[in-house]
């Protein structure tokens, strides 16, 4: 584990109850990998299941983790990120109350501060979800 839920908010913008991201595991310019446990105080929570607003805000607060951590790495201080664009989104399933997803991103192009990243949320093997995401930095 690379940052810990307790200094998770030290890399993205977002404060509770909108933080959708508890441990980063892993970073490399090629894939970031995040966990995150659902549970049922969670906004995006309904009928017991997390819904798919939630799982694409956990892909990109696992974005933002991931390049606030490579800035901090490169000396520099994390930066504020925005999705510009959301393309070829798949829903498979929603996970339910209680149990821990993982977010494996894999970013793809880069041009100045636009990223595109290929997101997908897991429940254990299972695939939830997956979407490219355009993300921009200031």
């Known amino acids: 584990m690379i ?4 200094e998770i908010e030290d890399y993205i913008p977002h404060r509770t109850p909108f933080v959708m991201i ?5 970073v490399s310019r090629e894939r970031f990998e995040s ?28 974005c933002a983790a991931s390049f606030g951590y490579l800035d901090r790495k490169d000396g520099g201080e994390p930066k504020i990120g925005f999705i510009g664009a959301i393309a070829r989104l798949e829903l498979y ?3 339910p109350v209680g149990c821990k997803i993982t977010t494996i991103v894999t970013p793809t192009h880069q041009l100045g501060n636009i990223f595109m990243v290929i997101g997908r949320n897991y429940l254990e093997e ?7 995401m355009k993300i921009v930095t200031t």
Request: hydrophobic content about 45%.
């Open 3 to 6: 940052i810990s839920k307790t």
């Open 35 to 62: 966990d995150f446990e659902i549970r049922a105080d969670n906004l995006f929570v309904a009928e017991d299941l997390f819904l798919e607003g939630g799982l694409i805000e956990n892909i990109a607060q696992t």
């Open 22 to 26: 508890d441990n980063l595991l892993s």
């Open 126 to 132: 299972r695939i939830l979800l997956e979407c490219e």
């Open 93 to 95: 399933d929603l996970p």
